[in-house]
C-alpha cells in the first residue's frame, strides 16, 4: 500500500459529506441513485454512475471525464497537501443511537471496522498476493474500464481482507491514530453508519506501515471487476510501450480480519415463475422439507431456524405466498452427481454450491442466471416481498463465514455467484485517487 494525494471534497462547497457520498456503484439501486442526486448535485453517484443526455456528443464515461474536471477547477474536490495513507473507520451504531447516531461518544457500535485507505501496487491473479473469491463478468469490467480511462481516476476503493493474527505496525498505526488524533472526516450518513478518516503521513509511520504489509497477502471482499479494471489498464498501458506510472496502482481499503472481522450479509434468490408450493413439493426429490409454522408472518423464527439448520449442513427457507418450508439434508448421492468435476470437498460442501449445482440446476431445472433468477441482498423479507409480488418463490439463503471464503480462495477456487455480500461496504467519495495525485 503506497501513500498518495487523496482528493477529497471541500466542505465548504458542498450541503455536508453523507449528502455527497454513496455506497459502492454496484448496490445503487435506480430510486436510490435519484435521491443521491437530489440530496446534492455534487453527488459522487454523477461520477460513478454518469447518466448521458440524449442529443449530446460523447457517452457517459466523457461525462464523468467532464464533471470530475469541473468540479476539480471548481475547486468543490481538492488534494491534499501530501502523500498519505488514510486510516478509515466505520461504526455501526446500537440502541442508543437507534440505528442514526449523531456522532456522539456515548454510542455503542454494533460494528466497528477500522483499515488503511492506499494505492495497492497491482499483481497478477496467479501471484497469489491478491486473491479474489468470485467470477467476473466482462460488461462491468469493461464498464469500470472505460470509466477510469476516461477520468484517469480510481473514483472508489475496492475492499480486501488480509489475516493479521500475529499484529504487526499496520494494526498498530490504526488503531493508535483513531484512538488519538484529530479527523479529517467525522460524518454520519443516512444508514446510520458513522465514518471517520485520518491521514498518516509520517513517513517512519508509513515506513513501518510497508514493511508490515509487504509479506502479506489479501482477499478481495468486495471490488472483483474493479481490481480486473485495474489489471487491463495496466495491461493496456504496458502493450503500448508506457513505462512505471498511476496505472501500476489502485485504489483499495485494506482490514485486517483478525482486529476487525467482516460482516458476511447472504444474498437470495427470487424465481418469479415458480409456485412455491410446486418448489417445495419437487425440492422432496433431493431434501428433507418441513413446513414452518406461522409462515411468512414468523420469518424472524423461521431464519433463526435456517441459521441453525445450516450449522449441520447446507439448508434453505423456499419461501411464499404466506407459507415458509425449511429445506435440510441434501441426498449427498445427489449431490455427489450434481457438481461439477474438479471442485475440491470444501467447495462441494458450500451451502451455495449445493443451492447454484443441485437445488437450482437439478431439482427445478433453472440455470442461476438474470433474468431467470432474480437477486436480493441480505434482506429476507424484501425477497418474500418481491416473490409475492411476482408470483413466485424466494430462496432464503444463509451466510457464509470469512474462512470458508479464505478457505475457498486459498485453493485457486472461486465461490458460486452471487453467494458473498461483505460489509460494512467503504462509503464512495470520502477519498478518490487522480492519477494526476496518485
Not at 96 to 118: C, F, K, M, Y
Not at 264 to 281: D, Q, S, Y
Not at 371 to 389: G, L, M, Q, S, Y
Request: with cysteine; hydrophobic share 40%; glycine share 10%.
Amino acid at each position: 500500500m503506497a501513500p498518495f494525494r487523496g482528493v477529497r471534497y471541500a466542505r465548504d462547497k458542498v450541503s455536508g459529506l453523507a449528502e455527497v457520498t454513496s455506497p459502492p456503484y454496484d448496490v445503487i439501486a435506480h430510486d436510490i441513485e435519484d435521491q443521491l442526486i437530489a440530496a446534492d448535485p455534487h453527488n459522487v453517484v454523477r461520477l460513478i454512475l454518469p447518466r448521458h443526455a440524449p442529443g449530446h456528443e460523447g457517452n457517459v464515461y466523457d461525462d464523468a471525464a467532464r464533471t470530475l474536471h469541473e468540479w476539480q477547477r471548481e475547486q468543490i474536490l481538492r488534494p491534499d497537501p501530501e502523500p498519505s495513507l488514510y486510516v478509515y473507520e466505520q461504526a455501526v451504531p446500537g440502541p442508543l443511537g437507534n440505528g442514526q447516531g449523531d456522532g456522539g461518544a456515548e454510542e455503542d457500535p454494533v460494528v466497528l471496522q477500522r483499515g488503511l485507505i492506499g494505492a495497492l501496487r497491482l499483481s497478477p491473479l496467479e501471484a497469489g498476493v491478491v486473491r479474489p473469491h468470485e467470477d467476473v463478468a466482462p460488461g462491468p469490467v469493461a464498464g469500470r474500464l472505460q470509466l477510469m480511462e476516461a477520468t484517469q481516476a480510481n473514483l472508489e476503493p475496492i475492499y480486501l481482507l488480509y489475516d493479521g493474527s500475529e499484529r504487526g505496525a499496520a494494526a498498530r498505526i490504526v488503531d493508535e491514530t483513531a484512538a488519538a488524533r484529530r479527523p479529517l472526516v467525522d460524518t454520519v450518513t443516512g444508514d446510520g453508519i458513522r465514518h471517520r478518516l485520518w491521514a498518516v503521513a509520517d513517513p517512519a509511520e508509513l515506513s513501518a506501515i510497508a514493511a508490515d504489509l509487504a509479506p502479506r497477502s489479501a482477499l478481495i471482499a468486495d471490488g472483483h471487476h474493479r481490481y480486473s479494471a485495474y489489471l487491463k489498464l495496466q495491461g493496456r498501458r504496458r502493450a503500448s510501450g508506457a513505462g512505471p506510472g498511476p496505472w501500476d496502482y489502485g485504489l483499495a481499503l485494506l482490514v485486517d480480519a483478525s482486529a476487525y472481522p467482516p460482516e458476511i450479509g447472504a444474498i437470495h434468490r427470487v424465481i418469479p415463475g415458480l409456485a412455491p408450493a410446486a418448489a417445495a413439493e419437487l425440492a422432496k426429490a433431493a431434501f428433507t422439507v418441513q413446513r414452518l409454522p406461522g409462515g411468512t408472518g414468523q420469518l424472524a423464527a423461521a431464519l433463526d431456524e435456517l441459521a441453525e439448520a445450516n450449522r449441520h449442513g447446507p439448508a434453505f427457507l423456499v419461501a411464499g405466498g404466506g407459507e415458509v418450508r425449511l429445506l435440510t439434508d441434501p441426498d449427498p448421492v445427489q449431490v455427489d452427481a450434481a457438481m461439477p468435476p474438479g471442485h475440491s470437498p470444501s467447495w462441494r460442501a458450500l451451502a451455495a454450491s449445493v443451492l447454484q449445482e443441485l437445488l437450482l440446476a437439478r431439482v427445478w431445472g433453472i440455470n442461476d442466471a438474470e433474468p431467470d433468477v432474480r437477486i436480493v441482498h441480505n434482506d429476507a423479507a424484501e425477497a418474500v416481498a418481491e416473490a409475492d409480488e411476482a408470483g413466485g418463490t424466494a430462496i432464503i439463503c444463509p451466510s457464509m463465514s470469512t474462512w470458508d471464503v479464505y478457505d475457498v480462495a486459498a485453493r485457486g477456487e472461486r465461490v458460486p455467484r452471487k453467494s458473498t455480500s461483505f460489509g460494512p461496504k467503504p462509503r464512495t467519495g470520502l477519498v478518490i485517487r487522480t492519477f494526476a495525485q496518485g
